[in-house]
């Protein structure tokens, strides 16, 4: 089971790259910093949010988990 911590720090390293992508992608249709970078934060504020829900409604699921052994060496 992942901790809180663990999901959240998951989910800020996945969407570093992603928001820089994003802001890529803006600056290139747009051809403005400024609205890039705006672009950019909503994107990754918000995906970030949908990724810590995500990951936090899958650790609930049993699909694809072992069962703890009944004791540890």
Do not use: C
């Amino acid at each position: 089971m992942e901790t809180h911590a663990r999901s959240i720090a998951k989910a800020v390293s996945y969407r570093f790259l992603g928001s820089a992508v994003t802001f890529a992608v803006a600056f290139v249709i747009t051809r403005k910093v400024d609205l890039a970078v705006g672009i950019g934060v909503v994107d990754t504020v918000m995906k970030i949010g949908a990724f810590y829900i995500h990951e936090r409604l899958w650790n609930h699921l049993p699909f694809g988990k072992q069962p703890p052994s009944d004791y540890q060496i």
